[in-house]
């Protein structure tokens, strides 16, 4: 039924009159791609947190910074290396999660998928809050803290029990202090209990503020200790 003769010869080389060699016609497969960013930390965080102006400090990458929603198009990763070149921390610029990330609004899980094998998140937050547009409720520090974890948890079960470490970005800004201090106050009365968090670092991307903390930091998670060598930060 197939129509070849079981007397013909299978060699290799494929079909050709030259060596009595009719090829069978290989089976149909539809194969799906599914390719994600490899780090060893994940930036998390809404729109126009300063993720990518965090990147771009920490790391010698050049993502796209703007003072608008979504600059951020497509992952970006950036490596802090040691001046010995022994040591490295790869982190995953993804573009900002928006709520309902976990039901795929807004492309939601083209950009959770790249933060899934990441060993450390690194969440990025406005001291000042959040809000998308004038007709979405404003969110609080804190508030958007609780609805990332929210909505990675529903994405992945699990995924917040890896290593967190919280940045309050824009520590420059009014009033900072002030929002900083409830934040702490918040999560430690509220959310400690549900979410362990490794290091709240306050920084600034307009002073550099926090920024070699926040580099030891990752360094630490990854290698359990922070690197004699001086760090340079590369891409």
């Known amino acids: 039924s197939s129509g070849i003769n079981a007397e013909w010869p299978l060699r290799p080389g494929g079909g ?28 998390v965080g809404y729109p126009n947190a300063g993720k990518s102006s965090l990147l771009s400090l920490i790391s010698r990458a050049s993502p796209t910074v703007g003072s608008y929603p979504f600059t951020t198009l497509k992952p970006t990763v950036g490596y802090l290396e040691t001046t010995d070149r022994t040591k490295s921390v790869g982190v ?20 959770l998928r ?3 094998r990441t060993s450390v998140l690194l969440f990025v937050i406005d001291v000042g809050g959040f809000q998308l547009n004038m007709k979405s409720a404003h969110r609080t520090a804190f508030e958007t803290f609780g609805y990332l974890c929210r909505e ?3 994405y992945m079960g699990g995924m917040t029990k890896r290593p967190v470490v919280v ?18 106050e918040q999560y430690q009365t509220l959310m400690a209990r549900l979410v362990k968090v490794h290091s709240i670092v306050p920084v600034s991307c307009y002073t550099g503020q926090g920024i070699l903390d926040l580099q030891n930091i990752l360094y630490e998670l990854k290698y359990g200790e922070i690197p004699k060598a001086y760090t340079e930060t590369i891409v």
């Open 114 to 116: 790249h933060i899934e």
């Open 167 to 184: 940045t309050i970005n824009k520590m420059d800004t009014d009033h900072a202090d002030e929002h900083f201090k409830k934040f702490v």
């Open 152 to 154: 990675l948890e529903l």
């Open 16 to 43: 050709s009159l030259t060596n009595n060699y009719v090829g069978r016609r290989a089976p149909d497969l539809w194969v799906r791609l599914v390719l994600k960013t490899i780090a060893d930390v994940g930036l």
């Open 92 to 111: 995953a610029d993804i573009p900002g999660l928006i709520e309902g990330a976990s039901e795929n609004r807004g492309l939601g899980h083209v950009f």
